[in-house]
């Protein structure tokens, strides 16, 4: 007689089991030492569930779920079942909350996110959304009541928590129907045919074999054989919607399928750092396929304490833009320079400044006014650009604006390229010169952390050098200055 050591097929026949008899309560022993309780209120309403898994000191809880009355049986059996092949291996240890910043890092499905003054994480896929908060997972679906809620016990740690979650996602809202139906309709080929991480109602055919071909490096085999499987579908099924992913090579490296009556957005081309940024580099990237409208990534970053805090408001863009004639420039061996403008050195943190002026009639020209000096200076804003040749550096130019002895810094970080455009985030820095250090805004991304650093602390060598040039007597900028705009050193014949 077969007996199963999984779970799956007793967790499935309890549920319907339960459903169909009308029991307030049931109550099995399942195969591998797991325990399953049942609870219902009333005929077909809500159903909850009670998963218990064997340990050396007893049988211990590791889920409580409640299913809303619209959730499908089917489903709440292979979330269940999720639930006993994802569970901690230990499962009576401590209860630990699993980083919900790592748990973002490890998602396979949905669009991670956070909401301004809400807890906890949040994770779009279509018309679910997921919240996940300590112990508790929470998935609706389009409405408030329809989905599910689950309380994980036990030590359920990042990757767990992971899968878990994009698990119940796509159990619910039956992503993997369209890829089904899809690769029905294929002809036998070279080709796989996989459900989309962004939305459950569309689906990606993707090359077996997902290697790159070294006699084909630009992919245009890859690219012709697409097409052909693009002109089947099409034919076969109208009703469909068909996007080609245009590599950076101008090659199609998979075909997306969405329904024309389901409202999905539409994937744009990124290019995406794959590694940390070391010390003079920006990291290796690659291209990559997002929806037009993905959320900003969360971002956990603790708060600094109090002392390094920052004290002025800076300010990070919610989003990339786009820089039509932007620049790509690394990490490398340079430095800022100061551009070349009426400014000379004055007292204070801050060493540049302006004369302040008012209007006068020109003597010499009545009809005419001009500016004349009133005696009195005031610190001035100046830009910034890389020392390495005197171009139009675009986004890489950076505004200083000087508060007291803290400087705002204006730039723009380097992100990746879409299309012909480079991507940039736009953040502002505290350059405090009195406590000699560099201070970043509490939610800048992770991933730009490191840029953002670096080229904080060059703003920093920039002014420190002004102040010790000023020092020195000098009364204008030269030093900081770039070689095409120092000229001869004062007092020398020219």
Not at 79 to 100: E, F, G, K, N, Q
Not at 109 to 129: D, I, K, S
Request: charged share 25%; net charge positive; with cysteine.
């Amino acid at each position: 007689m077969f007996e199963p050591v999984s779970p799956t097929y007793a967790i499935s026949d309890t549920v319907v089991d339960h459903r169909l008899s009308g029991r307030g309560r049931t109550s099995a022993d399942l195969p591998g030492g797991y325990r399953l309780t049942l609870r219902t209120r009333e005929l077909h309403g809500p159903l909850q569930a009670a998963l218990a898994a064997p340990s050396p000191t007893g049988p211990a809880r590791i889920c409580t779920a409640r299913f809303s009355a619209y959730a499908p049986t089917p489903a709440a059996s292979r979330i269940l079942d999720a639930v006993t092949r994802y569970a901690p291996a230990l499962p009576d240890a401590r209860d630990v909350h699993p980083p919900l910043g790592a748990v973002a890092r490890l998602l396979t499905t949905g669009a991670p996110f956070q909401r301004p003054g809400e807890p906890g994480l949040f994770v779009e896929f279509g018309h679910a959304e997921a919240w996940l908060d300590g112990r508790r997972l929470g998935v609706t679906l389009g409405r408030p009541g329809s989905g599910l809620s689950l309380v994980l016990d036990g030590p359920w740690d990042a990757p767990s928590t992971a899968r878990l979650t994009a698990a119940v996602l796509r159990e619910l809202t039956d992503a993997g129907q369209l890829a089904d139906e899809a690769a029905a309709l294929l002809m036998p080929g070279p080709w796989q045919v996989v459900a989309d991480r962004w939305h459950p109602a569309a689906a990606l055919v993707l090359p077996a074999d997902l290697r790159p071909d070294p006699e084909d490096p630009l992919g245009r085999r890859i690219s012709r054989a697409l097409r052909q499987v693009h002109l089947q579908l099409r034919a076969q099924r109208p009703d469909w919607d068909f996007q080609e992913l245009i590599s950076a090579d101008g090659s199609a490296v998979a075909l997306r399928i969405t329904p024309r009556d389901r409202a999905v957005p539409r994937m744009v081309r990124k290019v995406v750092n794959t590694s940390a940024a070391g010390p003079g580099e920006m990291g290796n990237t690659r291209t990559t396929f997002t929806p037009a409208d993905l959320p900003a990534p969360p971002d956990f970053t603790p708060a600094p304490p109090p002392e390094e805090a920052p004290s002025l408001d800076l300010h990070v863009a919610p989003k990339d833009r786009r820089y039509s004639w932007g620049v790509e420039l690394g990490l490398g061996d340079w430095a800022y320079v100061l551009d070349r403008t009426a400014v000379f050195y004055g007292p204070g943190w801050y060493p540049f400044h302006e004369h302040v002026t008012r209007r006068e009639r020109d003597p010499t020209a009545p009809l005419n006014t001009l500016d004349v000096p009133t005696g009195r200076t005031v610190p001035a804003r100046v830009r910034l650009s890389p020392d390495l040749q005197n171009c139009a550096w675009g986004n890489e130019y950076v505004e200083l604006v000087p508060v007291d002895h803290r400087v705002e810094a204006r730039l723009n970080l380097y992100v990746g390229r879409e299309h012909a455009y480079i991507l940039v985030r736009e953040v502002t820095l505290e350059i405090d010169l009195r406590a000699k250090r560099v201070l970043l805004p509490v939610r800048i991304p992770p991933a730009l952390r490191h840029q953002a650093e670096v080229k904080g602390r060059r703003i920093l060598d920039l002014l420190l050098a002004a102040r010790r040039e000023r020092r020195r007597g000098a009364r204008e900028p030269r030093t900081v200055l770039g070689p095409w705009d120092r000229g001869a050193p004062p007092g020398t014949d020219t």
